[in-house]
Structures are given as structure tokens and as C-alpha cells.
């Protein structure tokens, strides 16, 4: 495992990265209504990206042990689906749906990824507890990110707010991020405090816990890309690339 330091050229420019991606991601969402494709939805940030010089980090991007390389700029996974939905003109939103939107853009050969999961007009209220929760298990995770404190202090924090309530997807995890879209660290939303990977001023990182109202358990779907729940329980997913620090991390995907 080889952690990277950004020096402070490169963090200004994650930072300006961070900034642009979250106001993308923040049009999008309110383009989330109900007739909308998830197709639709990816031809709006890819102009958006590509009208503010940068380029969609997804696009093309071909994991380590993937047969395919990703064919968009924009993750759609809708309920069920956790994450890695391929955008369709077939798949249109409805209301009741919950729908993550994930998104990486490289600006100026530097990487940054963020997440949010929107409503699709009225949804339950067990469902907006889903969001509310795995966005308050973002901010629980961030908090744990101080300098100093290890990947294992993240992912117990989250692992421990979440407190059994929902499942916990195991085989997806944060990373780090900058000069790729995946660096090390591996950040697992769950773990042992003091464990792991020491948090060092100056790395990068994504948090981006995922949680299902059902088990833990995940399938993969026919088109190879697509990470549903094996129990067909909705699932949601928040994430944010932030910068490690001295003391509070700070949040980079922010408008
Ligand atoms: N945010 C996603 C992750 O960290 C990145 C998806 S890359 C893609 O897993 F190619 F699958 F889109
Ligand atoms: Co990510």
C-alpha cells in the first residue's frame, strides 16, 4: 500500500476539482423528476463537464478485473441498485424511486468523486430515513477522518452509527483519490478504531458509505457494472472527496 501526499499546488486544484463537481452534481439533482431518464440525466453532465474544460472521470475508466471499461460519465442506481448503474434511454425515473448519482470529473489531470441519493418526487418515509441516515453516516465518517486517526477510526465510526439498523455493503469501499480515481487507501465503511492505514495531512480521500434497509449481501447484474442488493431492498449512497488535515477534515466535493 502506497499512499499518496498532494502537495499544496495540487490539492488548490483538487479543491477548484471539488468545487466544480459539486455544483454539477447539485444541477443534477434537480433535474431528478419523474419521465426523466437516467440517459438524460448523463447527457446533462457531460456537456456540463465538458463546457467547463474538464473531462468525466468514469467515462471509459476500466477497474483492475473489469471485462468492460464503464460506458458513461454518470452512475445511476436506482432503489434496489447500490451503485454502478449504466445510464439508459430505457430507464425512465418515477415517483417514489430513490436514485443515486455518482459522479467523478479530472480537472487539470486531477481526479475527484462525490455522490449524493435524491427522491423522485414523494417517497416513503422509510425512505427518507435511508437518505437522511446514510447522509448523516457521511458526515459521521468524515468527522472520524482527523489527522493522526486511522482508516479503522472511519469506518468504526460509521460502522457504529449505523448500529445494525441497515445493512452495510462490504465489497465496495472508500479510496483514495486525486491523481486517480482509486489510490490507496482501501477505506472500508466499517472496521476496528486505531486499525489500518495511518491518516496522514495532505492525502486525499473518498468516504462513501453505502446502506440497505435489507442484509448486507450484494449481486452483480448481467451488464457486469451494475451492484444491486441480493434481497431487493432499497439501498443508498452518499460520498465526498475530502482533504486530510491537521485537525477537521475538510470537504473538497463542496459548492
Ligand atoms: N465512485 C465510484 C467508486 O468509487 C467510481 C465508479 S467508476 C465507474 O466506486 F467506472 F464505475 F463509474
Ligand atoms: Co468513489
Excluded at 483519490?177 to 476496528?192: C, L, M, T
Excluded at 441480493?230 to 452518499?238: I, L, N, Q, R, T
Amino acid at each position: 500500500m502506497s499512499v499518496i501526499i498532494k502537495t499544496p499546488k495540487e490539492i488548490e486544484i483538487i479543491r477548484e476539482g471539488g468545487k466544480r463537481l459539486a455544483e454539477i452534481l447539485a444541477k443534477t439533482a434537480k433535474m431528478v423528476s419523474p419521465g426523466v431518464s437516467t440517459y438524460d440525466l448523463d447527457q446533462y453532465v457531460y456537456k456540463l463537464i465538458i463546457d467547463g474544460g474538464d473531462k468525466p472521470a468514469f467515462l471509459n475508466y476500466k477497474p483492475d478485473g473489469m471485462p468492460t471499461a464503464y460506458p458513461a460519465s454518470l452512475c445511476v442506481s436506482i432503489n434496489n441498485e447500490i451503485v454502478h448503474g449504466i445510464p439508459s434511454k430505457k430507464r425512465i425515473l418515477k415517483e417514489g424511486d430513490i436514485v443515486s448519482l455518482d459522479l467523478g470529473i479530472e480537472h487539470r489531470g486531477l481526479f475527484t468523486d462525490h455522490a449524493i441519493t435524491v427522491a423522485v418526487g414523494k417517497i416513503s418515509a422509510k425512505d427518507e430515513q435511508l437518505l437522511a441516515d446514510t447522509k448523516k453516516a457521511l458526515e459521521i465518517g468524515i468527522w472520524a477522518a482527523h489527522g493522526g486517526n486511522t482508516v479503522g477510526d472511519i469506518g468504526n465510526a460509521i460502522e457504529t452509527f449505523v448500529h445494525n439498523r441497515y445493512g452495510i455493503v462490504r465489497e465496495l469501499a472508500g479510496h483514495g483519490v486525486g491523481v486517480a480515481i482509486h489510490e490507496d487507501p482501501y477505506i472500508p465503511n466499517y472496521g476496528k478504531a486505531g486499525k489500518g492505514q495511518k491518516l496522514i495531512p495532505g492525502m486525499v480521500v473518498a468516504i462513501e458509505p453505502m446502506l440497505n434497509l435489507g442484509k448486507d449481501d450484494i449481486t452483480v447484474a448481467d451488464d457486469d457494472w451494475t451492484i444491486k442488493t441480493a434481497d431487493g431492498k432499497y439501498s443508498a449512497h452518499f460520498e465526498h472527496t475530502i482533504l486530510i488535515t491537521e485537525g477537521d477534515a475538510e470537504i473538497l466535493t463542496m459548492v
